[in-house]
């Protein structure tokens, strides 16, 4: 499947940018479909994440404290949104530092381990693989960092077949 | 290597549109303080030099609490936000009690009482209009003869 990093410009400021997966297959971004999958059930939630996302972006940028960290393997910046209390909704994301968000997917956290939800599961290991990518692009130079760090340069079309 | 621009600068979404029509400026300012907050205790605990777990000892809560309070979702009772200023030395609160009265003083030159009225009942007229306004006075007159 053929994705793209994209910038959303609703939601990033001058605190930090706020990027998301679109998915060319399915003309969506990764933010969209989990809008779309919950906003009729958990419609309050959606919109106190997506209030937070703002604030990141134009506020207080990507602090540490506002997420759940090490949700992938060491390293790898794979985090989720605080989940409110008394809340339901997860939202997995890549930080790179408090300037660079890239939210994906996620949904209702009903059990206590990833590994008993698939969706969830399929969520969080697609930014794993994403975080990876990127990784290994930025050391063979094909993504960058804008002068300002607040920006990705480069290639952000990725293809899940390009796998080497 | 050569280094291409991402043709897909900035994505727009009508259905991140719509949504946030959907989210009032009292909910987002909400939103915003809570998360300033957050922002501002977390620091209090950096500049004091402290990790989390410094900060749960100090005010005898468990390390997972105090990130609920960081989260930036937390709804705080004025007790505990008056213990974290306490124990991290800050302000979070400017309270002051402000009068609801402002006193001034006026100063009248009177070069000529009406004839109708003497010393005592002028100064009278002219308290019993003050008292009508939002102003009290003191009021006198100095007679120079």
Sequence with gaps: MKYEVVKLGYLSGNKASIYTIWFEELNRTSFEIFINENINVFKSEIKDITSRLITIGKKVGAREHYFKTDEGIPGDGVCALYDAPGKELRLYCIRYGSLLLIIGGGGPKKVKKLQQDNKLKDENFLLRELSAEITERIKNNEIWFSENNMEFEGNLTFNDQDDE | ?145
């Design chain 2, 1 to 145: 290597m050569t280094r291409t621009m991402n043709s897909r600068k900035s994505y727009n979404s009508t259905v991140i549109d719509d949504l946030l029509r959907e989210i009032t400026s009292d909910e987002l300012s909400g939103t915003e303080k809570r998360m300033l907050l957050a922002a501002r205790i977390d620091d209090a605990i950096k500049i004091k030099g402290w990790r989390k777990q410094d900060f749960a000892k100090a005010i005898g809560k468990k390390p997972s609490e105090i990130s609920k309070w960081l989260s930036g979702t937390h709804n705080f009772t004025v007790d505990t936000l008056f213990d974290i200023e306490r124990i991290l030395d800050i302000h979070l609160f400017k309270l002051e009690c402000k009068p609801d009265t402002t006193y001034k003083t006026y100063v009248y030159s009177v070069t000529n009482i009406p004839s109708q009225y003497n010393q005592q009942n002028w100064l009278s007229l002219m308290n019993n209009k003050l008292s009508k306004s939002s102003y009290k006075a003191k009021s006198s007159i100095n007679t120079q003869n």
